[in-house]
Structures are given as C-alpha cells and as structure tokens.
C-alpha cells in the first residue's frame, strides 16, 4: 500500500511511502488487540482502594446485650457489618491488577491496530516534523494544516522530540509517541494516525519480525 507523503503544511512532497504488508496488511487478530488493550487498561489502575474490616473499626467489642431472651436477633458487637459505622463485608482491599502477555502476542495486537488503520485509510504520512521552541500554536497549525483539526491524532515519531511533546501537551485531542512505545490503545482511540516516513521504517524493523 503506497501513501503520498505531506509536508507540514499539508502539501505534497511528490515522494510516496510504502507501507510493509507485514505490519500493516495483515488479517487482524481482534482477540490479541482486546487483550492488550485490557492489559493498558489494567495497568493505569492504582489499585490502592480499601474499606475497613470489623476488626480494624475503632470502637467497643462488648457484647451488646444477652445472646438469648431479648426477642430479638442475637448480636455481637458494635463493629458488626450489620451495624452503622459498623466494618463492610468483603469490601475491596489493595491489590496489584497487573498481568501478564507474551511479547507475540503484544507484536501480534500492534500490527493488527496498525492493520485496521490501514484498511479505513486513516493513516497520513508526513515527512518530519520539529519545532524551534515548544509552542502549542505550532502544533495547532500542523494540524490544521493536515486537516485534522476536528479528529483525535496520534503522532508517530522516530525518535523523541521534545519541543514537538510539548507543543502538543496541551490539546486534548492530540498525543505524540515514539515508534518503540507505540501502543494498541492508543493507536485504536485514535481518529487519524500520523507518522512520519523515518517512523514507517522503525515500526518496521520492530514489528515485522
């Protein structure tokens, strides 16, 4: 698959960029990329949620009254759950929600992102990009320059740049990585995927293996 390559200023350079069919033709594996996808999403969870049992309720463990005679249900202390202010029942305690993938099938879920992308022909190919100095104007001009305004864009570049980074901080709809720390899900929630040329060749040397 073979895609003109802009400027940016949104013009074309006259030079076209081929797209490997190993990363970005292949027949998407739409299990792999739920996987990754969940394995993200589990990762950005803290997991520091904690209620406290009965036995960590400050408070008295005198029985309250007798355990027969009194007409009504038998009762322990004041920390019971069934009880106000009482300790909670199984309530969520802190724990790691983290797992495992093996790194095929993380490979496998990138190039199927990468695929589906291809195929709804939401993939522009830039030839660089750089900024001077970190403005969030330049960056607002790339995009609409490219047209892009009103889309969510994930930018690919070869390598870090931090004035482009930091132009694009600010903007809720726009986001900038790096060819090695591309990531399924944010390749997915992405509108429009922008990449450099020098960015084609990293994935592939990365991927298509």
Do not use: C
């Not at 132009?167 to 990585?177: E, G, H, Q």
């Amino acid at each position: 698959m073979e895609v003109k390559v802009l400027d940016i200023s949104g013009k074309e350079t006259g030079a076209k960029v081929q797209l490997p069919e190993s990363v970005f033709a292949i027949e998407p594996n739409d299990h792999a990329i739920y996987l990754d996808v969940k394995q993200y999403l589990a990762n950005q969870r803290q997991g520091t949620h904690k209620t406290k049992q009965r036995n960590e309720i400050a408070g008295s463990t005198r029985k309250l009254h007798k355990q027969k005679g009194t007409g009504g249900a038998r009762a322990g202390s004041i920390k019971s759950p069934l009880f106000n202010g009482g300790g909670r029942v199984f309530g969520p305690q802190p724990r790691d929600y983290s797992f495992k993938l093996n790194k095929k099938l993380k490979t496998l879920a990138r190039k199927s992102a990468l695929s589906y992308k291809a195929k709804e022909n939401n993939i522009v190919i830039i030839d660089d990009v750089n900024f001077d100095t970190p403005k969030t104007k330049n960056y607002v001009s790339l995009v609409n320059s490219l047209n892009l305004a009103g889309d969510k864009t994930l930018l690919v570049l070869a390598d870090q740049n931090k004035n482009v980074y930091l132009s694009s901080r600010n903007l809720k709809k726009s986001r900038v990585t790096t060819a090695a720390n591309i990531h399924t899900y944010e390749v997915l929630n992405a509108t429009k995927l922008v990449l450099t040329a020098a960015a084609v060749k990293t994935l592939e040397e990365a991927l298509a293996k």
